[in-house]
């Protein structure tokens, strides 16, 4: 079983909707979330990131994480054509040397 | 603004040859990573770097080494490139100690073996 997962979609939904991302992990040690986004032929870029449990709102992303059930989501509202991309979530805890473990990246698309 | 450029954004070698793919940071970070991306396995870690001349190996570093002789400066090296290495090349940054481990990525170098 790996470390983090995530499912790799693709999810395509319609230019507003809100869209669900979703991540699950094993290391009950894991202490930061974050979301990268990366664009086709780009690299990733850190979109959030979160420490513990709980929500992050930045504009129309949420962040949200639930250690109790090793859960992470990435939630869009309004979604925009400009968000179609691959969101890869990652995580770490203190003692991993500046390590990041991600998620297999879920491709977006969101169509006018 | 963190910056981290590689050398080439796409590459086509030969099977056998020896390829070298250059990164550069500008932020003076002290780690630095290598990571190659297919489609359905995410990204996998090489080989990292916490300091200049300090190398460990990631998840998949066979096939692969790393010079770190200079601090913005992390390579990574295909000894004899292989079919089964044409991939997506990401390299990284991080501040040693920083809260989050936030990474910041060059563009990415496309690699074609042929």
């Known amino acids: 079983q790996k470390e983090v997962e995530q499912d790799p979609g693709p999810l395509s939904v319609p230019e507003g909707a809100i869209v669900s991302l979703n991540c699950t992990y094993s290391?009950?040690?894991?202490?930061?979330f974050m979301w990268y986004r990366q664009y086709s032929r780009k690299g990733p870029e850190l979109l959030m990131y979160t420490y513990s449990s709980g929500n992050k709102e930045d504009g129309r992303f949420t962040a949200q994480v639930d250690k109790s059930s090793k859960y992470i989501s990435l939630f869009i509202r309004d979604s925009q054509p400009s968000d179609s991309a691959t969101y890869l979530c990652a995580m770490s805890h203190y003692n991993q040397g500046g390590k990041l473990i991600f998620g297999q990246g879920t491709e977006l698309s969101v169509k006018p | 603004d963190v910056k981290v450029t590689q050398s080439s954004r796409y590459l086509v070698k030969r099977t056998g040859e020896k390829v070298f793919l250059e990164c550069v940071q500008d932020?003076?970070?002290?780690?630095m990573f290598w990571y190659r991306q297919d489609p359905g396995l995410g990204l996998r870690l090489i080989y990292f770097?916490?300091?200049?001349?300090?190398?460990e190996k990631g998840d998949i570093p066979e096939g692969y080494s790393v010079s770190r002789e200079k601090k913005e400066r992390f390579s990574l090296i295909l000894e004899s490139a292989s079919t089964n290495q044409t991939s997506m090349y990401l390299c990284?940054?991080?501040?040693?100690?920083?809260?989050?481990?936030?990474?910041?990525f060059g563009p990415g170098t496309r690699l074609t073996v042929l």
């Open positions: 770097s916490y300091d200049v001349k300090m190398k």
């Open positions: 990284a940054s991080s501040v040693v100690q920083s809260r989050t481990d936030t990474q910041y």
């Open positions: 932020m003076d970070h002290e780690n």
């Open positions: 290391n009950s040690a894991f202490q930061y």
